[in-house]
Nanobody
Framework: QVQLVESGGGSVQAGGSLRLSCAAS????????MAWFRQAPGTEREGVGS????????DYGDSAKGRFTISRDCSGKPVYLQMDSLKRADTAVYYC?????????????????WGQGTQVTVSS
């Protein structure tokens, strides 16, 4: 089992920044890769970014490239999502995911554990 708790969401004006955190606990071997997803009302959950702990490899969704950065604490436990140059289109609930089962790093169905989500609202 892996337990995930997100924090850091809130409201921000367009062009601003936020940093989300994901605190993970539980089976270490299930936490070699973690990811951030988001879901806006009426849309499917989409991959934002993923990080592979063993070599630091990062993957980003098209909407995040150049603006968002996924990173991890040196202890490997907290995972962060730094979001810069935020747009109204970034408004969504952001979820941390773990328990990667293989396949595409940004595939929703490839993760077995999810946090409760944290709301990010970007206003113009």
């Amino acid at each position: 089992q892996v337990q995930l708790v997100e924090s850091g969401g809130g409201s921000v004006q367009a062009g601003g920044s936020l940093r989300l955190s994901c605190a993970a606990s539980g089976d270490t071997y299930r936490r070699n890769r973690m990811a951030w997803f988001r879901q806006a009302p009426g849309t499917e959950r989409e991959g934002v970014g993923s990080i592979f702990f063993l070599d630091g490899t990062r993957d980003y969704g098209d909407s995040a490239k150049g603006r968002f950065t996924i990173s991890r604490d040196c202890s490997g436990k907290p995972v962060y999502l730094q979001m810069d140059s935020l747009k109204r289109a970034d408004t969504a609930v952001y979820y941390c995911a773990g328990g990667f089962a293989g396949g595409w790093p940004l595939g929703v169905s490839n993760y077995n554990y999810w946090g409760q989500g944290t709301q990010v609202t970007v206003s113009s």
